[in-house]
């Protein structure tokens, strides 16, 4: 059983930083992809950044330049350090991990990021 868990959101004001974790536990094939999503109210999830076990990365238009995505594959650990938060980016921030033999996504249980203007 794959499970993740996620931690490192709150409240911070405008232009602050704030830093996620998600681990990954369980039987997880050594290729995959783990990312952060996020959802704000009354929006549709989307994509933050992704990063995979070779350490290709993809990231959001609107985060690029503020948030960094990292990962630590032997311990299926993946990080998103945000900087220079602004109010648009309050939102459940979920991980997500891809797996692709078999074809499966898991989901975390998110955690609230609120940046107060």
Same mark, same amino acid.
């Given at each position: 059983q794959v499970q993740l868990v996620e931690s490192g959101g709150g409240l911070v004001?405008?232009?602050g930083s704030l830093r996620l974790s998600c681990a990954a536990s369980g039987s997880i094939p050594s290729f995959n992809i783990m990312g952060w999503y996020r959802q704000?109210?009354? #929006?549709q999830r989307e994509l933050v950044a992704r990063i995979?076990?070779?350490?290709s990365i993809a990231y959001?238009?609107?985060v690029k330049g503020r948030f960094t995505a990292t990962r630590d594959s032997a311990k299926n650990t993946v990080f998103l350090q945000m900087s220079s938060l602004k109010p648009e980016d309050t939102a459940v921030y979920?991980? #997500?991990l891809e797996i692709f033999i078999p074809r499966y996504d898991y989901w975390g249980q998110g955690t609230q990021v609120t940046v107060s203007s």
């Open positions: 004001q405008t232009g704000a109210p009354g #929006k995979s076990s070779v350490g959001a238009d609107s979920y991980c #997500k």
